[in-house]
């Protein structure tokens, strides 16, 4: 009796018109579940399951083959894979692992990786880490530019060894268990698994002497302080990067780089709006009827501007290139100086009569 072959949506957990992406996403995430090495106890069954998902993947993700499974069902796919019915050499999706599981397929899979995908040596040499840090400029400072010194502790080459981990003069020797091909290679149900060595981590050498200075990881934590220079025009939350800053990369691996974030800190008077600088001027009733000149702040110093006689509240002065620096081209952004005019308080007798006297002439 014929076994009843399961739908492969039901499979995937999706609807018959989820789209490509969907049904991507759908792979993905049952892949990542039902991965034999993510299922050391209860392997053999992980297998089944991963086979079903993968099958129902290579028919619904081909536009052609999804047509005709949803016209005919399994009997519309079957002879896709020949009288052997499913398998991994049909599965040409493994040649787009990267773009179902990310850039690091390796990671995804804790390291271990299918012989049907390939797979190299973890023995040559590796990018260094990036490292990150948050540094707190003033607001002048962000506005202006300007160079800090910082403390970054990282691993650097160790000087001793020069990187290599091993002690001067001594020799690596063929490691025993992968015969110097930093891989083992096993079979594990239906596929082939290739492992890194878990001796040698993949180089295919052993250290005869581990250098004395770093245990044999060619790598030392220091603390350096490095020079960065901010360039004007930063704003709060802006990531710098600097090349070559970051932590040493293994056996001769290029170093990684830094990151800052910057963090401004709130001035007492200034805002920010973009490139321009609001600043709030409070000015009496008076001097904004009459008109005056007053002294301004700005960040290159106190500028004079002339308040013209019948002046409203909230008006707007602009104080042209004394704004912020734009990060990414010339020239300035401006100062706008917002008048806020303040009603007097607690007025004497006498000045309650002047101001009647004063609207009775203007028919207030």
């Known amino acids: 009796m014929a076994t009843t072959k399961e739908d492969y949506y039901?499979?995937?957990s999706t609807s018959k018109d989820a789209s490509a992406d969907e049904i991507k996403r759908a792979y993905r995430k049952l892949a990542l579940k039902f991965h034999p090495d993510k299922n050391p106890d209860n392997k053999k069954e992980a297998e089944e399951k991963f086979k079903k998902v993968s099958e129902a993947y290579e028919?619904?993700?081909?536009?052609?083959?999804?047509?005709k499974y949803d016209q005919f069902g399994h009997a519309g796919v079957d002879s896709s894979f020949g009288a052997g019915g499913f398998s991994w050499d049909n599965f040409h999706h493994f040649d787009d692992l990267r773009d179902i599981f990310g850039s690091d397929i390796f990671s995804t899979f804790g390291g271990d990786i299918f012989g049907s995908f390939g797979g190299g040596r973890k023995g040559g040499a590796q990018h260094g880490r990036d490292l990150g840090i948050e540094l707190e400029v003033s607001f002048e400072e962000a506005a202006l530019g300007t160079e800090k010194t910082i403390s970054i502790p990282?691993?650097?080459?160790?000087?001793?060894?020069?990187?290599?981990?091993?002690?001067?003069?001594?020799r690596r020797t063929t490691c025993p268990k992968c015969n110097g091909a930093g891989q083992i290679r096993a079979t594990s149900g239906f596929f082939a698994v290739v492992r890194t060595c878990d001796r040698c981590h993949g180089e295919g050498t052993l250290i005869e002497r581990p250098c004395k200075d770093c245990g044999g990881t060619g790598?030392?934590?220091?603390?350096?302080k490095i020079e960065v220079k901010i360039p004007a025009g930063v704003s709060n939350g802006l990531r710098l990067r600097v090349p070559g800053e970051g932590e040493a990369g293994l056996k001769g691996g290029r170093r990684g780089n830094l990151y800052i974030y910057i963090l401004v800190t709130p001035h007492p008077y200034f805002k920010r709006h973009g490139n321009d600088v609001i600043y709030e001027k409070k000015i009496g009733f008076v001097e904004a009827t009459l008109g005056c000149e007053m002294i301004i702040p700005t960040l290159s110093g106190k500028v004079r501007m002339k308040v013209p006689p019948g002046t409203q509240n909230d008006k707007i002065f602009r104080l042209r290139g004394k704004g912020i620096a734009f990060l990414k081209?010339?020239?300035?952004?401006?100062?706008?100086?917002?008048v806020k005019i303040e009603t007097p308080t607690n007025l004497t007798k006498r000045e309650k009569e002047l101001l009647l006297e004063f609207a009775k002439s203007r028919r207030e």
Not at 60 to 66: A, E, G, H, V
Not at 154 to 170: L, T, V
Not at 329 to 338: D, T
Request: aromatic share 2%.
């Open 10 to 12: 039901g499979i995937l």
């Open 59 to 67: 028919v619904l993700s081909d536009p052609q083959k999804r047509a």
């Open 154 to 170: 990282r691993f650097e080459a160790c000087s001793r060894c020069n990187g290599s981990g091993q002690e001067p003069g001594s």
């Open 219 to 224: 790598r030392i934590k220091v603390t350096r």
């Open 329 to 338: 081209g010339r020239g300035k952004g401006n100062e706008l100086v917002v």
